[in-house]
């Protein structure tokens, strides 16, 4: 066998490794973001509608992360009401928002979005404890995923190079 087919091989191998690293370490910020997020994505409001979107909180310790889009350019406001029923942020903005809060109290948060406009609009929001959002970002969490993604680019590499080591042995 020569020489360039053994580089594609080890370029292969290491592009399978970098792609193995990445998994294991996205399935913990997947599996957080799927337990402590809620999410609604299209949801229809017609001038004056709410659509509601709750999240049973836990741990006070994590910031709320709030992030609301629309489709077009109809206000919106956004209400975040604690298991107390005490009102923690209330804004009115156009387009798309992120906001944050830190939970005081454990129970069911409620964001009430409310289309303010006066044509219809369709929204995506996203609510809880988006993983590396907030003042306590972890850096390693994101690491893993940083070390497979540049482990599948040098796999990617090393086949170029394999890939014109075939060619330039072949014209020999």
Do not use: C
Not at 83 to 101: C, H, K, L
Not at 144 to 158: D, E, H, R, Y
């Amino acid at each position: 066998m020569k020489r360039g087919y053994f580089v594609l091989i080890g370029g292969a191998a290491i592009f399978v490794v970098g792609i193995v690293l990445t998994v294991i370490w996205a399935l913990p910020i997947a599996s957080k973001l799927q337990q402590e997020t809620s999410i609604v994505q299209g949801a229809n409001l017609a001038a004056g509608q709410s659509q509601t979107v709750a999240l049973q909180v836990d741990d006070v310790a994590e910031a709320l992360s709030i992030v609301v889009s629309a489709n077009n350019d109809e206000p919106l406001n956004a209400v975040l009401i604690d298991p107390n029923g005490v009102q923690g942020i209330n804004a009115t903005f156009t387009g798309a928002n992120a906001m944050s809060a830190e939970p005081t109290v454990a129970g069911t948060y409620r964001v009430i979005v409310t289309n303010q406009g006066d044509s219809p609009t369709q929204i995506d929001v996203v609510f809880g404890h988006i993983p590396g959002v907030g003042s306590d970002v972890d850096g390693s969490m994101f690491a893993g995923i940083a070390a497979g993604a540049a482990t599948v680019v040098a796999g990617l590499v090393v086949m170029i190079v394999g890939v014109v080591i075939v060619v330039i042995d072949r014209r020999k």
